[in-house]
């Protein structure tokens, strides 16, 4: 069975990009993406309100870091150490070497090729340092761009689930995205 160990943390390079550890100097870059219903659209989790609803959210970054069942950097432009976005790997699934990878960016920062970089790099992370089998993303059918991501990243659709998730008062379709470690 799969064991992944996230200490020391490792901060990631692109060649635009550095991922870092999300920290409670972020809280204002948090909030603003989770609060903004545009960036949050295809996310089926509620809004954050304020200060407060940051700092748990990103200590519960950090418990998931610590006790090993998920990590997530902060997406930043090399020079520039403010939060632009997160990126990460949840739901991990030891026992069958698969995990689960989720992002987000603020709006300005959209079509610039940031998402697709920093998913490459956290797809290289998780097969080459966690050992991960397999990586999946699962989005709403809607989400367009992110399919372009991934698709451009080497994932390949596997379902459409009809109906399978209730949020907001209605049900929702999900779409599974997966890619295979080939080596």
Known sequence: MLTVNFH???N?????????????NDIKEVLALRSNAETMKYI??????NDEDALAHIAMIDEKIESNEGINWAITIKGDPRLIGVIGHYRIQNEHYRAEIGYMILPEYNGRGIVTEAVREAVKYGFEVMKLHSIEAIIEPD??????????NGFIKEAHLKENEFYDGRFIDSVIYSILNKK
């Open 8 to 10: 020391p943390f490792h």
């Open 143 to 152: 989400n367009l761009a992110s399919a372009k991501v991934l698709e451009k």
């Open 44 to 49: 089926p989790r509620p809004l954050l309100k």
């Open 12 to 24: 990631l390079e692109t060649e635009r990009l550095i991922l870092r550890r999300v920290n409670s």
